[in-house]
């Protein structure tokens, strides 16, 4: 006999009526990215899913779990239950254990007290050296008594918690080869949006490695969310005719409002409500409230920031459980590196940005456009 079934015990327990509803479903959906349909049944309160390690390892990619078990799935009767727990305490080391047994059907003959106390007397029958421990045993046997079916398994493991991801739509991410971009985009996936990227690249000075490394880490992400799809844009001229400005000090300040006006655009194109990015108060010089309320202006969308009152440790320690820390450290060459001028304002000003485009830029809304049409959309699948 082995495990059969895997439990998944939904996050957020605290939704109602509808929402719940369309969480359940979006959380089958996602489900299916990986696993079989006819392999998934999702019920009101837990979802089932057939036992195999393939499975079992594809759990950890899905939000809105917030904890999952293999667990022996059996028709309710004593005799039955009573087999399998002989089964595991055959195969399992241990010296202390404990039973956890929870009647939800009321109508069973044995409170969970009794089948507590009447499958510590089996395992002690059969192994009577062991012992029963209630506070940290080595093996605990859970046993959950349910109307036809019921369940017994010995682990928890841990989901990564959140919601189904699309469960709250889309958002148009900026994604670059630095550390916080990418740990900016999974904190969104936990909060139930998929992910559209945006990567600006400037040929010749980026080159393949840069591409590759966003390939990579984009990769990385879709695990996350079934698939991906990136735009990536060819920035060169717009980096170049913003490099023509007399006030060098706003060159990064010019082109971070254009990175959102064209954000915002492709936004529009694809019916996506909120732009995304992995910027943090006050940890470079450019990211300060002044540069944010400057470069927001250009578009009409939420922003979100989901880093923005981290540590750098604290977001290292999530690019590594992401296991994207690896690729954002390879030395390649960046767009803004680039770009930036010696003595970058810091604290910039909206009259001053907006007075520059105007007096002397006015191409560049059409390069923008031009960008756009020229972007390269790329498709990552599982
Ligand atoms: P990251 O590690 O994400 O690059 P950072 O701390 O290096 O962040 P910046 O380089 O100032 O900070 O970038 C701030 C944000 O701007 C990034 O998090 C990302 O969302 C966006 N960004 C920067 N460069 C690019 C790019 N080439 N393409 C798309 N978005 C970018
Ligand atoms: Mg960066």
Redesign the pocket.
């Given at each position: 006999m082995d495990y059969n079934k895997i439990l998944i015990r939904y996050g957020e327990l605290t939704l109602k009526g509808e929402n719940k509803k369309d969480f359940i479903r979006q959380l089958h959906n996602n489900l299916s990215w990986y696993i079989e349909k006819s392999e998934i049944k999702t019920e009101y309160d837990r979802a089932f899913v057939d036992y195999s390690q393939k499975n079992l390892d594809c759990l950890k990619y899905i939000f809105g779990i917030s904890s999952y078990s293999p667990v022996y799935e059996t028709e309710t009767s004593l005799i039955n239950i009573e087999n399998i727990v002989k089964e595991i305490i055959s195969k399992k080391q241990f010296d202390s254990f404990a039973i956890n047994a929870r009647r939800h059907n009321k109508n069973f003959s044995m409170t969970s007290s009794e089948l507590n106390m009447y499958f510590g007397g089996i395992v002690l029958k059969q192994m009577p050296d062991k012992q029963v421990k209630l506070k940290n045993p080595d093996l605990t046997i859970y046993i959950e008594i349910r109307d036809q079916r019921s369940f017994v398994f010995c682990d928890y493991f841990d989901g990564l918690g959140g919601m189904p991801v699309l469960s709250s739509g889309k958002c148009i991410?900026?994604?670059?080869?630095?550390?916080?971009?990418?740990v900016?985009a999974n904190l969104l996936q936990k909060r139930g949006l998929k992910i559209v990227f945006?990567?600006?690249?400037t040929p010749p000075q980026t080159d393949e490695k840069t591409i590759a490394k966003i390939d990579e880490i984009v990769n990385i992400l879709k695990k996350y969310q079934g698939n991906a799809m990136l735009y990536q844009i060819n920035?060169s001229k717009v980096m170049e005719y913003i490099g023509l400005i007399s006030n060098q000090k706003y060159k990064i300040t010019l082109m971070?409002r254009s990175?959102y006006r064209i954000a915002n655009l492709i936004a529009k194109k694809e019916n996506i409500k909120a732009i995304?990015?992995?910027?943090?108060l006050a940890?470079?010089a450019?990211?300060t409230l002044e540069s944010i309320y400057t470069i927001s202006e250009v578009c009409d969308l939420p922003i979100f920031r989901p880093?923005i009152s981290f540590d750098k440790n604290e977001t290292i320690a999530i690019a590594k459980k992401i296991n994207t820390l690896d690729v954002?450290i390879v030395r390649a060459c960046?767009?803004?590196?680039l770009f930036a001028p010696k003595n970058p304002v810091t604290k910039p000003n909206r009259q001053e940005a907006y007075k520059l485009e105007e007096e002397e830029l006015p191409l560049i809304k059409e390069f923008e456009n031009e960008c756009i049409e020229n972007a390269i959309i790329k498709k990552y699948s599982i």
């Open positions: 991410h900026l994604i670059s080869g630095g550390i916080d971009s990418p900016a945006l990567n600006f690249i920035y971070r990175f995304s990015n992995g910027e943090n940890q470079v450019s990211q880093l954002s960046e767009t803004c590196e």
